[in-house]
Every structure is written in C-alpha cells, then in structure tokens.
C-alpha cells in the first residue's frame, strides 16, 4: 500500500511557475513509476506526465513539453512537478499516481488545486 499526499498548488498568475510536490508513503517508493494527472473543470482527467523508478525516462503531454518538468527524489520518497509558463488552461486538480508500469496506476494522491488568473 502507498499513501500519496500533494501539495504545492496555489493561486498564480499567468506566465508564473509552481511547484507541486507528492509525498509517498512506505519503502517501496522507489520501485514505482510515478504520474502527474490533472482534471480541469468541465473536462476528464487527463494524463500530464511520468517518471520511472531510476529517473530516467519521462514522458509529458504535448500541451506541457518545454514547460513542465517531473523529477523524483527517491531517497525522500517524493515526486516533484515544476510548472512554468503557466496558462489559464493548465487551471485544474493535480493529482500524482503510483503504479508498476507506466499507464496503471494502483494509488492515488486526493489533489491539490492550481488555478491561473490571466
């Protein structure tokens, strides 16, 4: 079992930078693939970005590459996601997700809340 709480999110304006961190609990965090999703108002949940359990591979929505970045410290069982340039669009609830391979995720975080005031 894995406990994931968010935090990080917050209010900011367009064009700002936000931090979002997850918090995973118990030892076998690093052996997770780890996943940002987000689920704007009106809209589905969608998928934002990945990372294996060494770090090394990633993957990002289209609509985030070259402004967001997904990193993990495995030895603070965390995983990070630094947003910037942000956009009315990328308003929503984060979530992080822990699964053994990438596109199933068995835990979830509860959310935290990114708006963006154009």
């Known amino acids: 079992q894995v406990q994931l709480v968010e935090s990080g999110g917050g209010l900011v304006q367009a064009g700002g930078s936000l931090r979002l961190s997850c918090a995973a609990s118990?030892?076998?965090?690093?052996?997770?693939?780890m996943g940002w999703f987000r689920h704007p108002p009106g809209k589905e949940r969608e998928f934002v970005a990945s990372?294996?359990?060494?770090?090394?591979?990633?993957s990002y929505t289209d609509s985030v590459k070259g402004r967001f970045t997904i990193s993990r410290d495995n030895a603070k069982n965390t995983v990070y996601l630094q947003m910037s340039s942000l956009k009315p669009e990328d308003a929503a609830v984060y979530y992080c997700?822990?699964?053994?391979?990438?596109?199933?995720?068995?835990?979830w975080g509860q959310g935290t809340q990114v708006t963006v005031s154009s």
């Open positions: 997700a822990a699964g053994r391979e990438p596109g199933t995720y068995l835990y």
């Open positions: 118990g030892r076998t965090f690093r052996t997770y693939v």
């Open positions: 990372i294996d359990w060494s770090g090394s591979r990633l």
